[in-house]
């Protein structure tokens, strides 16, 4: 099988797929200064980009790991993701306070998904 790799950094790529799995790397927003509501928007509509890209999308999500800034923006999160995930095929996941990257950070998000079904 082969390794296909998009968004290629010197650090890391946004999508590796592998078979029919697709792995993204934790997707933060580029509005850092926007609340978590406008973030999580952001970052969701980031994984729908790339999940399209590898030839899959959020129907196929296996995992998600969610990690926010402060757990007083995990209601705020929360409210985003139940609408935009389909009803039916949520994936399993985790979510954990953490420090981010950027203090202005609130939401970041990585996924598992499969590329068929």
């Excluded at 296996?62 to 994936?91: C, E, H, I, R």
Aim: proline share 3%; aromatic share 8%.
């Amino acid at each position: 099988m082969t390794i296909k790799r998009s968004g290629v950094g010197p650090r890391l790529s946004q999508s590796v797929s592998y078979g029919d799995t697709v792995y993204l790397a934790g997707q933060v927003a580029d509005s850092g200064d926007a609340d978590a509501t406008v973030q999580a928007k952001e970052v969701l509509a980031k994984i729908d980009q790339l999940l399209a890209e590898a030839g899959s999308d959020k129907s196929k999500m296996l995992w998600a790991n969610v990690w926010v800034s402060d757990m007083s923006y995990f209601a705020d999160f929360n409210k985003v993701w139940d609408a935009w995930v389909v009803p039916g095929q949520t994936p399993a996941r985790a979510a954990v306070e953490a420090k981010l990257a950027r203090p202005n950070l609130k939401v970041e998000v990585a996924v598992i998904a499969a590329r068929s079904v």
